[in-house]
Nanobody, 115 residues
Framework: QVQLVESGGGFVQPGGSLRLSCAASGSIFSSNIMGWYRQAPGKERELAASITSSGNANYADSVKGRFTISRDNAKNTVYLQMNSLKPEDTAVYYC?????????WGQGTQVTVSS
């Protein structure tokens, strides 16, 4: 079992920045993928960005060039730096950890982009 604790959400004006953090604890396998998904009201949950334990990152087209995902394997923590935020980025952001055998989710953190 892997537990995920997110932090860093909040309210920001369009064009602003936020940094999300997600710390994993528990039975963590060295080979894993961690990522951030988001779910806006009335919409399905979608992938924003993910990163493998070796550092290969993947981004949704809607966030490319604005979001940067990174991780600190020593701390079992993944980060999402979000710049040039838009109102359409408003959503609950969920941290995700997965291996071939298991998937874990965080409780979610709200990001609101509004003037």
């Amino acid at each position: 079992q892997v537990q995920l604790v997110e932090s860093g959400g909040g309210f920001v004006q369009p064009g602003g920045s936020l940094r999300l953090s997600c710390a994993a604890s528990g039975s963590i396998f060295s080979s894993n993928i961690m990522g951030w998904y988001r779910q806006a009201p009335g919409k399905e949950r979608e992938l924003a960005a993910s990163i493998t334990s070796s550092g290969n990152a993947n981004y949704a087209d809607s966030v490319k060039g604005r979001f940067t995902i990174s991780r600190d394997n020593a701390k079992n923590t993944v980060y999402l730096q979000m710049n040039s935020l838009k109102p359409e980025d408003t959503a609950v952001y969920y941290c995700n950890y997965r291996t071939k055998l298991t998937t874990s989710w965080g409780q979610g953190t709200q990001v609101t982009v509004s003037s």
